[in-house]
């Protein structure tokens, strides 16, 4: 289950470096915190 849950994190965060590259590195940084905060 954390092998999962780490491979659907890679994913997730790749899909952000695709959709986020013109957002300011810190947004997503604090975007990411958030979504942790939250699971």
Do not use: D, W
Not at 24 to 38: E, H, K, Y
């Amino acid at each position: 289950m954390k092998s999962t849950r780490h491979f659907l994190e890679y994913i997730f965060f790749r899909l952000l470096l695709l959709l986020v590259q013109p957002i300011p590195l810190q947004m997503v940084v604090r975007i990411g915190n958030g979504l942790g905060n939250l699971v």
